[in-house]
């Protein structure tokens, strides 16, 4: 069974910082990639950051540099530290979580239900 929990979001001004945290329940699978996708209204879900079961990291070019993703293995959680924050960082923000099964030959991926995150003055 896969479940996340996200938890963080809410309002700030241009500027501000917030932060956001997904925890995941994988028992019997492994994890191998975990990361924060944005949907803005109208618009389809945009890649934000990921971080990789190696801890290799990857960012939208729009985030470089103001965004931090990481991560807890001990508690199976992901983290994204978000400063400098902009008004078009305004949106729901999802947990996605990438496991693998059957000794690393099969993957698949879940989805929080996401969390509202508003930029504004």
């Known amino acids: 069974q896969v479940e996340l929990v996200e938890s963080g979001g809410g309002s700030v001004q241009p500027g501000g910082s917030l932060g956001l945290s997904c925890a995941a329940s994988v028992s019997g699978y492994s994890i191998n990639t975990m990361g924060w996708y944005r949907q803005r209204p109208g618009e389809e879900r945009e890649l934000v950051a990921t971080?990789?079961?190696?801890?290799?990291?990857k960012y939208s070019g729009s985030v470089q540099g103001r965004f931090t993703i990481s991560k807890d293995d001990a508690k199976n959680t992901v983290y994204l530290q978000m400063n400098s924050l902009k008004p078009e960082g305004t949106g729901l923000y999802y947990c996605?979580?990438?496991?693998?099964?059957?000794?690393?030959?099969?993957?698949?991926?879940?989805w929080g239900q996401g969390t509202q995150v508003t930029v504004s003055s």
């Open positions: 971080i990789s079961y190696n801890g290799r990291t």
């Open positions: 996605k979580l990438v496991y693998e099964y059957g000794f690393g030959i099969s993957m698949d991926d879940a």
